[in-house]
T-cell receptor, first 110, second 114 residues
Framework: GQNIDQPTEMTATEGAIVQINCTYQ??????LFWYQQHAGEAPTFLSY????GLEEKGRFSSFLSRSKGYSYLLLKELQMKDSASYLC???????????FGAGTTVTVRA | EAGVAQSPRYKIIEKRQSVAFWCNPI?????LYWYQQILGQGPKLLIQ????????DSQLPKDRFSAERLKGVDSTLKIQPAKLEDSAVYLC????????????FGPGTRLTVT
């Protein structure tokens, strides 16, 4: 089976930095994804890591360590619109199927 | 490029009734997924199609849920009879085999079973 853990909630101030951690134990590994989901809306793709290291995309960065079964999503220069749930998902094999964590609700305060 | 379309957006039914959801994936996307997302949880895969064939339906409660994708494009997901615990958002997603890894999600159907 797949086990994906991430914190339930995080709160941060506008302009600050927040790091959302994700640990996983899966039967295989073929990529880790981060999705953003605003309340009542569909998940939207943020990042994809398949090799160890940091991927930077504007204010968002994602890091992967395959040997540790660990990833984080870094959100910099937080804005109010970043208040959302952030979902960590792992693709265990080659058929594109994703297993999702329960999501981390980030609240950005003024 | 038009996104993944789903209908209806909201549905309220009583337990033991039946309900059907419809999904139209992004044009040309061969792989289609149905997920169930219960409030406060991440999406859980119910079924995966590639063209009109089922790739994985291991987590689909087959005694009450069914899904089809007859022409390899649109798909329907049916629940019959519904239970209270089926209250959730049902998300459809699609992937292009040529494009690789990203799944594109539709807006979802929020089902409330009373």
């Amino acid at each position: 089976g797949q086990n994906i853990d991430q914190p339930t909630e995080m709160t941060a101030t506008e302009g600050a930095i927040v790091q959302i951690n994700c640990t996983y134990q899966t039967s295989g590994f073929n990529g880790l994804f981060w999705y953003q989901q605003h309340a009542g809306e569909a998940p939207t793709f943020l990042s994809y890591n398949v090799l160890d290291g940091l991927e930077e995309k504007g204010r968002f960065s994602s890091f992967l360590s395959r040997s540790k079964g660990y990833s984080y999503l870094l959100l910099k220069e937080l804005q109010m619109k970043d208040s959302a749930s952030y979902l960590c998902a792992v693709r265990a094999d080659n058929d594109y199927k994703l297993s999702f964590g329960a999501g981390t609700t980030v609240t950005v305060r003024a | 490029e038009a996104g993944v379309a789903q209908s209806p957006r909201y549905k309220i039914i009583e337990k033991r009734q039946s309900v059907a959801f419809w999904c139209n994936p992004i044009s040309g996307h061969a792989t289609l997924y149905w997920y169930q997302q219960i409030l406060g949880q991440g999406p859980k895969l119910l079924i995966q199609f590639q063209n009109n064939g089922v790739v994985d339906d291991s987590q689909l409660p087959k005694d009450r849920f069914s899904a089809e994708r007859l022409k390899g494009v649109d798909s329907t997901l049916k629940i019959q009879p519904a239970k209270l615990e089926d209250s959730a958002v049902y998300l459809c997603a699609s992937t292009s085999l040529a494009g690789g890894y990203e799944q594109y999600f539709g807006p979802g159907t929020r089902l409330t079973v009373t």
